[in-house]
T-cell receptor, first 114, second 109 residues
């Protein structure tokens, strides 16, 4: 059972470039979410989804887009990368349509924007 | 003020010591989560609780809903317990988690 798979593990971008961080889960979880983790700060919610076709903004959504066309996949798109988006990104999923169940996290994507 | 506050921020102890990490929150919640993150590693869920107490091996988590406080205890601590421990809450009526800043625990042999 793969759980939550994030790709890539590492990425370096130049300012202004765009890219997509991939997140896939094979547990048939309805709830999926994206977080960023910065030194000295707790994890912060970027976007979340309670099921296929439904997404909503979290605490820090600016500069990021998401879509949820299938239950399994929840990609995060950086539209025009900025140095402030240098961070470690985690995807998570859980059973049910909310964040009230055990969360399963991916291994993270370490992103540097130069 | 953060909605979720953890203390201490850093904790260093000797192998075998009893460890307590505290989490206080200021909002209504439907669940509280304790997570573990090893250096350079991913994040693993240790406990999810909405009342009372849960135990898994040497780890014990308690929550007092009236006082809006939770504790994570580690008995007979071991160097492999060295990690960042994160408290997170599911806000009541919302579909998202809010995280504390984490407690960095170092257990020396």
């Amino acid at each position: 059972n793969a759980g939550v798979t994030q790709t890539p593990k590492f990425q370096v971008l130049k300012t202004g470039q765009s890219m997509t961080l991939q997140c896939a889960q094979d547990m048939n979880h309805e709830y999926m979410s994206w977080y960023r983790q910065d030194p000295g700060m707790g994890l912060r919610l970027i976007h979340y989804s309670v099921g296929a076709g439904i997404t909503d903004q979290g605490e820090v959504p600016n500069g990021y887009n998401v879509s949820r066309s299938t239950t399994e996949d929840f990609p995060l798109r950086l539209l025009s990368a900025a140095p402030s988006q240098t961070s470690v990104y985690f995807c998570a999923s859980s059973y049910g349509g909310g964040a009230w169940n055990i969360q399963y996290f991916g291994a993270g994507t370490r992103l540097s924007v130069l | 003020k953060n909605e979720v506050e953890q203390s201490p921020q850093n904790l260093t102890a000797q192998e075998g010591e009893f460890i307590t990490i505290n989490c206080s929150y200021s909002v209504g919640i439907s669940a509280l989560h304790w997570l573990q993150q090893h250096p350079g590693g991913g994040i693993v869920s240790l406990f999810m609780l909405s009342s009372g107490k849960k135990k898994h091996g040497r780890l014990i988590a308690t929550i007092n809903i009236q006082e809006k406080h939770s504790s994570l205890h580690i008995t007979a601590s071991h160097p492999r317990d060295s990690a960042v421990y994160i408290c997170a809450v599911t806000i009541q009526g919302a579909q998202k988690l809010v995280f504390g800043q984490g407690t960095r625990l170092t257990i020396n042999p």
